[in-house]
């Protein structure tokens, strides 16, 4: 069974920092992209950052030039610094990994269970 398990959100004032990260566990074949998405109270999940196997990285419009994201292939984790912390960055913060389990499988995306992000101003 594959485990994505995030640590690092909590509380902090607005122009502040925190890291998020996030380890894969379990039978993994191999990895393809990891990343982060976002879901405020009332809107949809959005994707804030996404990093490939080879290190090529997308970000979220609002966060660019914030947040930086980051991975430790060796680890299997996945990491979100976030700085210049804005209100509107607050929300749940969940990792996705795109990965397959075996040779045989194809690609499944996996999710984290969450970790909250509260931005106070």
């Known amino acids: 069974q594959v485990q994505l398990v995030e640590s690092g959100g909590g509380l902090v004032q607005a122009g502040g920092s925190l890291r998020l990260s996030c380890a894969a566990s379990?039978?993994?074949?191999?990895?393809?992209?990891m990343g982060w998405y976002r879901q405020a109270p009332g809107k949809q999940r959005e994707l804030v950052a996404a990093v490939t196997s080879d290190g090529s990285t997308n970000y979220a419009d609002a966060v660019t030039g914030r947040f930086t994201i980051s991975r430790d292939n060796a680890k299997k984790t996945v990491y979100l610094q976030m700085n210049s912390l804005k209100p509107e960055d607050a929300g749940v913060y969940y990792c996705?990994?795109?990965?397959?389990?075996?040779?045989?499988?194809?690609?499944?995306?996996?999710w984290g269970q969450g970790t909250q992000v509260t931005v106070s101003s």
């Open positions: 996705n990994a795109r990965l397959r389990r075996n040779y045989y499988d194809g690609y499944s995306n996996y």
């Open positions: 379990g039978i993994i074949f191999s990895i393809d992209a």
